[in-house]
């Protein structure tokens, strides 16, 4: 198995209410799940390939819960990734390389019934996880536009954290709200719905603790 680690930030938008049922095992929200998760590198290596300051952005469908599969998948990879840094994220996003089950990449690959090939574009990626504010753009394909929940009396910002202790994609994540549009071989939208935003450490052996 190839040693690969990647250090970033990831903001992550579904169809689901916000706090997302499916982070508690209980099935989405409207029954099915859309989603997108777009990643910002800060520092990585696949073997002995740098990855420092790539993006990446996962478009994703499913026509219920996640582990019932039947997922559609399309990858988008920053068009400034060299043909080996292309490849090298490729596999760790498509759960290669990989312990079995030890990251969301490999995992959400054994829910997908169809993968789109991959399209390399320009990606604009914006993250502050500690403010729970964040935007991503692809020209044409996607945009997402995170920001904190708001206290329903109030109307102050209201912060509340989801804590994985063992989970495959982060340890604590900052709960948001957004607006999200994609289009393409998967296209879906909705406002005001769950957004998180995390930092990522993560191997080929799963999370860092």
Known sequence: MIEWRI???????????????CQ???????????????????????RETPLDGLRAVAVMTWPGAIHEGHGKCQVIIDERASEAQRE???????GQETEPGATIFNVFA?????V??????????????DARRGSVRVDGMV????SPILNL???SEHRARIDMPDGF???IAEVGRASTQASGNLAFGFDDTHAHFARLNMSQNGVAA
């Open 7 to 21: 250090e970033g930030r990831e903001l992550v938008s579904c169809n689901c209410i916000v706090g997302c049922p």
């Open 24 to 46: 508690f095992n209980a099935p989405p929200t409207h029954g099915f799940c859309d989603a997108v998760v777009a990643i910002q590198i800060d520092q990585g290596r696949f």
């Open 88 to 94: 090298a994220l490729l596999k760790i996003l498509s």
């Open 110 to 114: 054994a829910t997908f019934e169809q």
């Open 116 to 129: 789109f090939e991959p399209l390399f574009k320009p990606i604009e990626i914006d993250i502050d996880v």
């Open 143 to 146: 945009q997402v536009t995170g």
């Open 153 to 155: 009396v109030t109307g």
């Open 169 to 171: 994609e982060f340890r």
